[in-house]
């Protein structure tokens, strides 16, 4: 593949991950929310793979592997089953209208490519536009968490903001080292599972999501 | 040999937490605890003499120098207090139900292995293993701060893991920027790319723009983990609704070691675009902590949220002088992270003990701590004395500090609202205190004497508090003057 294919495909995924970002953040339903992040981390692998098939680095196709396997599989089962468990009916509730964060979501796109735009040397370092993508989908992510409040849809803005990270880093002209990239999703594991353990122990206890806890104050 | 002592710090508390598994005996357990940390004390001190005659030590991903040692021998420290404290402690927590002994040895192994993952960021020399190890303390502690079980502990908890974890994703975020400005500078080669001290050898060269990006995306990420307001909301519900040996854990030594990473990159962002764009940052941290601090100290009445409102104010202070800079400035931001993780640990010790007496943290139901407690009171106020800053106890001698460097460099705004914090600070926190400590206890009281463990624990750092107040030994001066060559 020329540098210019790469460079083609790795935008392309750029958008589908953006629009991934949109279903999340207007996502009324929490299933539809998961299964969006499962979609981005799909994408967030193959991009992975194209990235390893275009510089022949061999560590691409592990992480590329361990990004399907356990972001796009693992994660998003865990998540479900937690809403199984859980048995919840209700809707996602957006603390402010849904059309508000869309705009908001927008207007940090805009500004991640402003942003970018002004650095001309990184234009090697990092393969297409992954790096204005990488912050959108972060800081996105970070809206996602702070305006709707259940604990699930937290967990998939998390999961949202760290893909963000991983498309970046991937595209890093050498790549992570391997052994980074592996610590890295082994802590995102595990938080995973102490935060679903945590989401159980509260909905079994109190029956309330342990979002809505706010009696610490002041 | 030293080389071999890197890998094996971290491997102590490792063995130690897996030991825990082993039994469920508390005296056992607690015996372990105290060895455990003994045994990483020792062997920090032995690395300490290594490094002051022979400089740094590398070994793979790992690293020590003076910098790192100041950290390192605070979390060993601090460790051995707490372990100490514990003994006394758990006794009594069990007796009133706040622990369960059936979860007893989880909870030893959940405190040594997040000893070993505070022991991994200080020693990483590969900012990527700074940040796996920086995750590796909010998973251990998150499941130590909900340990206790009840709803609030879990509110807490669950707020502290979704916090930090976003928080310190964006420090991911910018020690990948940052990898790749690295990476276009042309250092080559796997992990090698991520190594701080490598990256420090070609940090002139880097791209001042990108690396402004990548360190305030890192300020953010780690500044979360370290208490800086805005980013604190976790703090005072961590702090107050963990354990109390935990709180002093997090408080004395796992924000420091966030302040640890910032320090890191500083010195890189300060190498690629001049040392005014990251002590810029830095100050404006530092101010906006100390000011959001003062209104909650004042109106606070729980006595361990007041103590964690304190840690923001404290770090703030720690960034106001790393943000004033030059050689006073460094020197007094390195000398008040241990003046303050020691006398901090030492309140959140003494207002336990306090808080287990009269069965309330409410500081309008602790009254007269000083004729039921005499040992107990005068360890509280002594700390809060301290935490006040007053002479001659050593916060003085670092917020002194602070303040000339910032006098040196003409900061004159900066020092005009730091001073008149630290006066509102200094009269709210010795009306909280002189309350509690004098007047007439309630008869319902428990007036029964204070056990040796905790008081052994605690003494042990009023010693030093009182001891780095009066002179900074020799040794420990140099240490801290290689340290600050190292960051300026």
């Known amino acids: ?218 | 040999m030293s080389e071999t002592l890197l890998w094996v710090l971290p491997v102590v508390p490792a063995v130690t937490a897996l030991l825990m598994l082993t039994t469920h005996d508390r005296r056992i357990l607690s015996a372990i605890d105290v060895c455990g940390s003994a045994v990483l004390l020792a062997l920090t001190l032995v690395l300490a003499r290594e490094v002051a005659s022979g400089g740094p030590r590398a070994i793979g991903l790992l690293r020590i120098d003076d910098l790192g040692l100041i950290f390192l021998l605070l979390v060993a420290f601090l460790t051995l207090a707490v372990s100490i404290y514990t003994v006394g402690w758990l006794k009594q927590a069990l007796a009133v139900g706040n622990m369960k002994s059936e979860l007893l040895r989880s909870y030893f192994a959940l405190v040594h292995a997040f000893v070993a993952t505070m022991v991994v960021t200080v020693l990483a020399d590969n900012l990527g293993v700074l940040w796996i190890a920086m995750e590796g303390t909010t998973i251990t502690s998150a499941v130590l701060i909900g340990y206790h079980g009840h709803q609030h502990g879990l509110e807490a908890a669950w707020k502290y893991i979704i916090v930090t974890t976003i928080g310190i994703s964006f420090g991911l975020f910018g020690t990948v920027v940052i990898y790749a400005a690295a990476a276009a500078a042309g250092l080559h080669g796997g992990a090698g790319a991520l190594s701080w001290s490598a990256i420090m050898k070609v940090a002139p060269t880097l791209d001042p723009g990108i690396v402004r990006i990548g360190f305030i995306f890192v300020m953010v990420g780690y500044g979360t983990k370290a208490g800086l307001a805005p980013m604190h909301l976790w703090l005072p519900d961590a702090h107050s609704q963990a354990p109390t040996p935990v709180s002093a854990l997090l408080s004395g030594v796992l924000i420091k070691c966030a302040l640890l990473g910032i320090i890191r990159f500083q010195t890189i962002a300060a190498a690629a675009c001049g040392p005014a764009f990251p002590a810029g940052v830095l100050l404006v941290f530092g101010l906006i902590s100390v000011v959001v601090a003062t209104p909650f100290i004042l109106a606070q009445h729980d006595i361990k949220r007041l103590l964690g409102y304190h840690s923001v104010e404290h770090v703030g202070i720690v960034a106001l002088g790393l943000g004033f800079g030059g050689r006073i400035g460094t020197y007094a931001a390195l000398l008040h992270v241990v003046n303050h993780g020691i006398t901090k640990a030492l309140a959140f010790f003494a207002a336990g003990k306090a808080i287990a007496r009269y069965g309330s943290r409410d500081m309008r139901v602790i009254r007269g701590l000083l004729s039921v407690a005499p040992i107990g009171g005068t360890l509280l106020m002594l700390a809060a004395l301290s935490l006040a800053g007053v002479p001659p106890f050593s916060i003085f001698v670092s917020e002194l500090l602070v303040l000339r460097a910032g006098i040196g460099q003409g900061h004159w705004v900066a020092i005009a609202i730091f001073l008149a914090m630290v006066v509102i600070i200094f009269a709210g926190l010795l009306h909280h205190v002189g309350s509690m400590v004098f007047g007439e206890p309630a008869a319902a009281v428990s007036r029964e004497p204070e056990t040796w463990s905790p008081l052994l624990g605690m003494m042990l750092l009023a010693a030093i508090m009182i001891l780095l107040g009066l002179t900074i030994p020799a040794s420990f001066d140099g240490l801290l003057r290689r340290a600050t060559e190292i960051v300026r």
Do not use: C
Request: no cysteine; aromatic share 4%.
């Open chain 1, 1 to 218: 593949m020329s540098a210019e294919t790469v460079h083609t495909i790795i935008d392309d995924l750029g958008a589908l991950l953006l629009f991934t970002m949109i279903l999340i953040v207007a996502a009324g339903q929490i299933y539809r929310a998961i299964y969006a992040v499962a979609a981005q981390s799909l994408f967030i692998a193959v991009a992975g793979a194209v990235l390893a098939t275009a510089t022949g680095n061999v560590d691409l196709w592990v992480i590329a592997g361990i990004t399907l396997i356990v972001k796009a599989m693992v994660l998003p089962w865990v998540l479900h089953h937690v809403v199984q468990r859980m048995n919840i009916r209700r809707e996602v509730e957006p603390v402010i209208p849904v059309g508000a964060t869309l705009a908001l979501a927008v207007l940090i796109v805009v500004v991640s490519f402003q942003l970018s735009a002004s650095l001309g040397s990184v234009r090697q370092a990092i393969t297409g536009n992954a790096l204005p993508v990488g912050i959108a989908l972060t800081l996105t992510g970070v809206l996602a968490m702070a305006t709707q409040k259940t604990a699930l849809t937290q967990m998939v803005g998390l999961f949202a903001s760290e893909n963000g990270i991983f498309f970046t880093a991937m595209s890093v002209t050498q790549g992570m080292p391997l052994i980074i990239e592996i610590g890295v999703i082994l802590d995102v594991i595990l938080a995973a599972l102490v935060m679903a353990i945590m989401v159980l122990r509260v909905r079994s206890t109190v029956d309330a999501d342990i979002a809505d806890l706010d009696r610490l104050r002041g």
